[in-house]
């Protein structure tokens, strides 16, 4: 069965030169850190099921490249997957990106091959995005959840290499990738818009300082003042709770976040990405 039509909801406009520009220093961060690692580092755990540090970094650059893969292919005729569904519709997809991921790791078994790969995305990924080869933000993608405008994937990129950063940070100690400022800010964003489309409403305030504010999930409206019902936390809780990296329960009980009013409890809302 397909995954139900979300309730349409405004989408936030950015700025296309400065989404391009923080993939492709977020996307460098993290080859650096990559190119950092050991063979033994390689083989750690990570808290995507059964992947290991190898496949999650083998990943990243899959999901990088279906950029430049996307703009070699014919373009479809019309974008009829918006910013704010492409969160809801990867889930569908989760099964063929994990068979993509094996593949490829497999394909790249030691660090010398896998920098290697790294290398060849990045020059791919650049030459798609700046200069000569600069490929127009309105150009539509036949991506495999739907297609969409280049601009708009971009987007959807940002959350792809945020949250991996966050993955691989959590996977080996002392890693300490760090995060580029817009990217983080562009992730964070998004996955609030989300949680406002899929609970449209104005009486609950998500506060996600310095990067979103949003309003949520139906009842009465406030107008001025303090908002009843308040939820506050920093972006990386944010988005661990948006990717179910985190528990809301637990985000609780360890003061990550914090919930005041009736209808502030987000637990059954969450998360919006599985």
Request: charged share 25%; proline share 7%.
């Amino acid at each position: 069965m397909p995954p139900a039509k979300k309730p349409k909801s405004r989408t936030r406009s950015y700025d296309p030169a400065k989404t391009r520009a923080a993939i492709l220093t977020q996307y460098d961060n993290i080859r650096s850190a990559i190119r950092t690692l050991t063979p033994d580092q390689l083989t750690l755990p990570t808290r995507l099921g059964d992947w290991t540090v190898h496949d999650l970094a083998a990943h990243v650059t899959m999901a990088m490249e279906t950029v430049s893969r996307n703009l070699d292919r014919d373009e479809p005729e019309k974008a009829d997957l918006g910013l704010l569904d492409w969160p809801f519709a990867t889930a569908s997809r989760a099964a063929d990106i994990a068979e993509g991921t094996r593949e490829l790791a497999a394909a790249h078994p030691d660090l010398d091959s896998l920098n290697a790969l790294y290398t060849r995305t990045e020059e791919r990924l650049t030459q798609r995005l700046t200069g000569i080869g600069e490929a127009p933000g309105t150009r539509r993608l036949a991506t495999r959840t739907g297609a969409m405008t280049l601009a708009d994937y971009l987007v959807t990129r940002t959350v792809e290499l945020v949250v991996h950063t966050d993955d691989l940070n959590d996977a080996v100690p002392g890693l300490g990738i760090p995060y580029d400022r817009q990217a983080l800010a562009t992730c964070t964003r998004l996955l609030a818009d989300a949680l406002a489309a899929k609970a449209p409403g104005g009486s609950t305030e998500v506060r996600i300082p310095p990067y979103a504010v949003v309003q949520c999930v139906e009842g009465p409206r406030h107008t001025r003042g303090t908002p009843p019902n308040v939820v506050e936390t920093d972006p990386l809780t944010w988005i661990r709770l948006a990717t179910g990296r985190v528990q809301w329960a637990d985000a609780l009980d360890k003061a990550q976040v914090s919930a005041s009013g009736e209808r502030a409890d987000l637990a059954a809302l969450l998360p919006l990405m599985a």
